[in-house]
């Protein structure tokens, strides 16, 4: 049962570019969205994250935005940089229990 | 980085074995998580950790099991290893099960049973 579908695989984006990536999940009771970074070799780490009670976070350069209504929420990385070249993973999640269950991830590439 | 260490970093087995890896954290959080990561699944939860001698399972706990003696560390065991265990195997803590608290992960521990 695939319950968090993520969306692309892969991204190759130009250095200055607009890196899209999309998180569609079905359990509604999910309260948690966030989103995660990973560099070769190393653990995830928290990257951004919203509760459903506002549309849109930004963070810099890193912007969720959240659809309810539609069950889906996304990632905009403004003005990519080679360094944002990762894999990144949504992981949505129940605040009460804290268990997180990840897309299956997007790897992006910046080119310079 | 939070002070989480796996070990061993790199291991290589032979079917049928049995196998144990550990997570030590400095950061006296009661949360403590094992994940697998595979190609297109993402992290899947394996077993979880509520407190000390306190585990509970995860979506994909078959062929494992955990124990917690300490705060500090998490043991995960594969009691008879199986190509299909072959894996990249991550350790995450966090200061609470409940509200909106980010889990921390290790480096990784990359598993490979022949």
């Known amino acids: 049962q695939q319950q968090v579908k993520q969306s692309p695989q892969s991204l190759i984006v130009q250095k200055g570019g607009i890196s899209i990536i999309n998180c569609a999940y079905e359990?509604?009771?999910?309260?948690?969205f966030p989103w995660y970074q990973q560099f070769p070799g190393k653990g995830p780490a928290l990257l951004i994250a919203?509760?459903?009670?506002?549309s849109e976070k930004k963070e810099g350069r890193f912007t969720i935005s959240f659809n309810k209504s539609a069950k889906q929420f996304s990632l905009h990385i403004m003005d990519s940089q080679p360094g944002d070249s990762a894999t990144y993973f949504c992981?949505?999640?129940?605040?009460?229990?804290?268990?997180?269950?990840f897309g299956g991830g997007t790897r992006v590439l910046v080119k310079p | 980085d939070a002070g989480i260490t796996q070990s061993p970093r790199h291991k290589v087995t032979e079917t049928g074995t049995p196998v144990t890896l550990r997570c030590h954290q400095t950061e006296n959080h009661r949360y403590m998580y094992w994940y697998r990561q595979d190609p297109g699944h993402g992290l899947r939860l394996i077993h979880y950790s509520y407190g000390v001698k306190d585990t509970d399972k995860g979506e994909v706990s078959d062929g494992y099991s955990v124990s917690r003696s300490k705060t500090e560390d998490f043991l995960l065991t594969l009691e008879s290893a199986t190509s299909s265990q072959t894996s990249v195997y991550f350790c995450?803590?966090?200061?609470?099960?409940?509200?909106?608290?980010?889990?921390?992960f290790g480096p990784g521990t990359r598993l490979t049973v022949t």
């Open positions: 919203i509760r459903p009670d506002v």
């Open positions: 995450a803590i966090s200061e609470s099960g409940t509200g909106y608290y980010e889990q921390y």
């Open positions: 992981a949505p999640s129940k605040a009460a229990g804290n268990k997180l269950t």
């Open positions: 359990n509604t009771a999910f309260d948690y």
